[in-house]
């Protein structure tokens, strides 16, 4: 017989309490009681995969030769600088990973004109020091300037379009750094320029106070401060109306304008959303019938013990379901496979010890003492076979996680995790019920209650 | 009940199954998808009536540089076309093409694209990835019996039991790519990891009954230990494995969304298998190692 009853039945309601508000809401809010200032929330909306609601997959690589040797630190600026660009884009939600040593997954959910999506990730930025005279450019217009890679400024003559001179490129820069103005706690953007650079920088500064100098990337100006004094030394500060995020952001744009490492489109996937949508509503029937039979036979075969099984399997998908929400892991259709197939592992977990009980009871125990070895002797196979299940689906999410393979990382993750979760649910919670239970109805005849 | 003096019959009855399904699959060729071998599926959907024929479709790829695009028609009127890798300009010109052809709206259901050199990784990996959870698997195995006699045997059984369940799984796809045209892609490969885990995962419970009773029953004859011991968890093998797990996955493959059918039916088999592969195939194994089997299998009229 189990001790502290009331105690396990207070914590199993706690649980099970605490999964259905993250499970039935959207959002959740602690508030100061005293100032009504939100001191915690958690935006909880589901969020579904790609393979659920339609939209574009895109795995980028390093356009480098295999054996190159690629630095880690690069790779996160490039991915920093890929997702800026998509951001530009106005696509919601998208998410843009790293996936091994040398590839980047990007995902954008509910698109589906892909041609610019892929045009803006596989731009090379070209960051160009503009002289615009009198001129205040919009931030986000796109000018005409006279810079041509080859490094000879073109002439292009041009009908009615005002072409502007490059001053210099972002080649031009040594290094970029923010801080904070400790006056005006305002975030600046401070630059030092290589010796040509700096050159070039003093003359033109010198020339053109009170001028404005546009900073374009691939054309479009991002900023256009005005040159309040000459540049000498060459160092610099931009100032504006930077906060911490965009002031890195714009950073970021100034030392690596161009990507540092150069990617290449390897792997395209779009999902229409019509297909998404039906899967979605197809595997939900699906498992609902499933689920439907599952718990009819655990019921008709196993009785008692059966119901708890049932209501202990549901905790199990609260908590599961909870667990999703709070974290914010995708849910995708390998996700819901591996969902089920874990609720078969929680299932077979019951079933495990309940066999045992029915064991124990036949030859003779008592009630208490066949619940107690159902449990300590179905306790090593669970163990040892949910362990296994455990190091495969370790293996698998590496696997996965390092070739963007996203399928396989969803499948393993929810099993995994769901396989966790079924120990506890059913070590715990089933155990506590069936106690719970048993002191209700204080059955006698085991082959009514138990199916003996 | 005598499970274990049937063993050679059951032995036959998987080598039978294998090996049907694997000539079948040598005789179509594996059929990997464009997952492993690099390239392009498109899927496109037509206005009703507007459809384009294959004999249409083949010259607008070939137009475009393409000429191994393959035409598929679906139940629901789309069209999938495989190809090698098309660059996303060669998708646009395809796709105007087939507008301009059709006089339809051409909306793209699916589009896959995958470079040449990741499908060859992929695969490299994911047989790394087996082969690093296999040892692994085993390695777990032998320390959790290390209090039995012979725990190696138990580790060497279970991957046996996963390689079956492995060949199992091949065959079964051979047989779908056979009648039904199956594709060997990236679901396929989660389907194959999930019946080893569960293959694992099924053979350690036996195993564990066996161990228990190795400490309970000392004076039991080997072979009637085990086969005492796979009694005893039939009712919960037959219980796990038809009511819970076949149950949603029959749900899963008769009402689930297309692209998880296949995948349900490979899963159904494979985790089907795994429950067999640990009752008729490793604990037979065990036994017939405990006794040097083999001594006697080249005897004229040795007794099976």
């Known amino acids: 017989m189990i001790r502290n009853l009331t105690n396990r039945i207070i914590i199993t309601v706690i649980i099970l309490a605490v999964a259905l508000w993250v499970d039935l809401s959207n959002e959740v809010k602690i508030l100061n009681p005293v100032t009504d200032e939100i001191l915690f929330s958690q935006d909880l909306t589901p969020r579904l995969g790609l393979d659920l609601r339609g939209g574009l997959q895109v795995l980028l690589e390093a356009d480098l030769p295999e054996n190159a040797q690629i630095d880690t630190a690069s790779m996160e600026i490039a991915r920093d600088i890929v997702q800026q660009r998509t951001d530009a884009l106005g696509v919601n939600e998208n998410v843009i990973q790293i996936a091994g040593e040398r590839r980047i997954v990007g995902e954008f959910p509910g698109l589906e004109d892909t041609e610019s999506v892929l045009a803006t990730i596989q731009q090379t930025g070209l960051l160009e020091f503009v002289d615009t005279g009198d001129l205040n450019p919009q931030e986000g217009s796109v000018l005409v300037t006279d810079y041509s890679p080859a490094g000879v400024p073109t002439d292009i003559v041009a009908d009615g379009i005002t072409v502007f001179h490059t001053v210099m490129t972002g080649a031009e820069l040594a290094s970029v750094n923010v801080s904070q103005d400790t006056l005006a706690s305002r975030y600046l953007i401070n630059f030092v320029l290589k010796s040509d650079g700096s050159k070039v920088f003093a003359d033109h500064t010198t020339a053109n106070r009170g001028k404005f100098l546009a900073i374009l990337l691939d054309k479009q100006v991002i900023s256009a401060p005005i040159i309040n004094d000459a540049i000498t030394g060459g160092q610099g500060q931009i100032s504006g109306n930077f906060t911490y995020e965009s002031a890195n952001a714009f950073a970021i744009q100034l030392r690596y304008g161009s990507l540092p490492v150069p990617l290449k489109v390897v792997e395209t996937r779009i999902i229409g959303p019509t297909l998404g949508a039906d899967s979605l509503n197809k595997s939900l029937v699906a498992g609902l019938i499933g689920m439907a039979i599952v718990v009819l036979f655990m019921i008709i075969y196993y009785r008692m013990p059966g119901i708890v099984a049932v209501l202990s399997i549901m905790i199990y998908a609260a908590i599961t379901f909870a667990i999703f929400k709070w974290f914010h892991f995708t849910l995708t259709l390998p996700g819901i496979a591996g969902f089920l197939l874990s609720t078969g592992t929680a299932l077979d977990s019951n079933i495990l010890i309940f066999e045992r009980m029915k064991e124990e009871l036949r030859s003779g125990r008592t009630l208490n003492q066949a619940m107690d070895l159902g449990w300590t002797r179905a306790w090593s196979s669970i163990r040892d076979s949910n362990l296994a299940a455990i190091i495969t689906s370790v293996i698998l999410f590496w696997f996965g996680s390092s070739f963007g393979a996203t399928i396989v990382k969803g499948f393993s993750l929810t099993l995994a995790l769901g396989v966790l979760i079924s120990l506890f649910t059913a070590v715990y919670i089933t155990r506590t019920l069936l106690a719970l239970f048993i002191k209700t109805f204080k059955p006698q005849n085991f082959e009514r209650w138990f199916g003996v | ?304």
């Open chain 2, 1 to 304: 009940m005598n499970i274990l003096g049937k063993r050679y019959y059951f032995f036959g009855l998987s080598t039978l199954l294998i090996v049907s399904g694997l000539v079948l699959l040598a005789i179509k060729g594996v059929p990997l998808s464009i997952d492993f071998t690099g390239g392009t599926l498109l899927e496109v959907q037509f206005e009703a009536g507007k459809e384009l024929d294959a004999s249409a479709i083949l010259p607008i790829y070939e137009d475009a540089g393409i000429a191994d695009a393959q035409v598929t028609e679906t139940e629901t009127g789309s069209r999938i076309i495989r190809s090698s890798f098309l660059t996303n300009e060669a998708r646009d010109a395809v796709l105007k093409g087939m507008r301009e052809q059709s006089g339809s709206e051409v909306s793209v259901i699916r589009f896959d694209s995958v470079g040449p050199s990741i499908g060859k990784q992929v695969t490299q990996r994911a047989a790394v990835a087996i082969a690093v959870a296999s040892i692994l698997v085993v390695l777990f195995i032998v320390w959790s019996f290390r209090k039995v006699e012979n725990a190696f045997r138990y580790g060497v059984c279970a991957i046996l039991a996963m390689l079956h369940d492995i060949a199992i799984i091949f065959s079964i796809t051979g047989i779908g790519a056979y009648f039904f045209g199956w594709q060997i892609d990236s679901l396929f490969l989660t389907a194959l990891l999930t019946v080893i885990g569960f293959s694992m995962q099924d053979t350690i419970v036996v195993f564990d009954r066996i161990r228990e009773n190795s400490n309970i029953l000392r004076r039991l004859e080997y072979e009637k230990l085990v086969n005492h011991s796979i009694v005893q968890t039939l009712q919960r093998s037959i219980n796990t494995q038809l009511m819970t797990v076949e149950f949603l996955l029959l749900a899963l493959a008769l009402f689930g969304g297309v692209t998880l059918q296949e995948f349900a039916i490979i899963l159904l088999v494979g985790l089907l298998s795994g429950t067999y592969s640990s009752i008729f195939v490793a604990a037979p194994i065990l036994v017939l190692w405990e006794k040097r089997e083999w001594r006697t299998w080249f005897r004229r009229n040795a007794e099976a």
